[in-house]
């Protein structure tokens, strides 16, 4: 049973443009919700979280939204570059575990 | 920086043998982990340790084990290798149970005939 599913294989777009992640969760314990970038033959790297006492964290270019409700978690890239090219995960925990929850991941194309 | 390496880039082994993953970190961190990379499945946890000599198994355990014998060190262990474990091994840690920045290693690609 996937706790958090990122629907999305892919997304293209263009340079400059928005590049917009969604990420839906099931359980309502998840307090702590992170994003994670990985580039071919590297290891995921940690982009952003978001708590959920949060609905909004920014940094630089990339904006994590929450919408607790709806259990949806959104990534925003704004403007996106050809480096942006990447796989994102979305991640979530609850409690003290520490241990991470991923979705399948979305490969994300920005063109030039 | 905090540097988590995974021994083995590539490694191509025989169904029915012994494997050995072995991931260092040297950081000092309490918590490690191993996951498995699977297109379409994302990253699935196989198990995970809060301290030395402890583990706990994450949500793939079956045909895995692991050891921690040392604080920076956390093998996962392949007991009898079949088919359907080839994939990405990525191992990764962390300073402590409400840190959630993960370190991850850059994995080890694992192909089992």
């Known amino acids: 049973d996937q706790q958090v599913k990122q629907n999305s294989p892919s997304l293209s777009v263009q340079e400059g443009r928005i590049s917009i992640l969604n990420c839906d969760y099931t359980?309502?314990?998840?307090?702590?919700f992170l994003w994670y970038k990985k580039y071919p033959a590297e290891g995921p790297t940690f982009l952003i979280s978001i708590s959920s006492i949060k609905d909004k964290n920014e940094d630089g270019r990339f904006t994590v939204f929450l919408n607790k409700s709806a259990k949806h978690l959104s990534l925003h890239i704004v403007p996106s570059q050809p480096g942006d090219s990447a796989v994102y995960f979305c991640a979530a925990s609850s409690g003290n575990t520490g241990k991470l929850i991923f979705g399948q991941g979305t490969t994300l194309q920005v063109k030039p | 920086d905090v540097k988590v390496t995974q021994s083995s880039r590539y490694l191509v082994k025989r169904t029915g043998e012994k494997v050995f993953l072995e991931c260092v970190q040297d950081?000092?961190?309490?918590?490690m982990f191993w996951y498995r990379q699977d297109p379409g499945l994302g990253l699935r946890l196989i198990y995970f340790s809060y301290d030395v000599k402890m583990k706990e198994k994450g949500d793939i355990p079956e045909g895995y084990s692991v050891s921690r014998e040392k604080k920076e060190r956390f093998s996962l262990i392949l007991e009898s290798a079949s088919t359907n474990q080839t994939s990405m091994y990525l191992c990764?840690?962390?300073?402590?149970?409400?840190?959630?920045?993960?370190?991850f290693g850059s994995g080890t690609r694992l192909t089992v005939v």
């Open positions: 950081m000092d961190h309490e918590n």
């Open positions: 990764a840690s962390s300073p402590h149970t409400k840190n959630y920045g993960y370190t």
């Open positions: 359980n309502s314990m998840f307090d702590y």
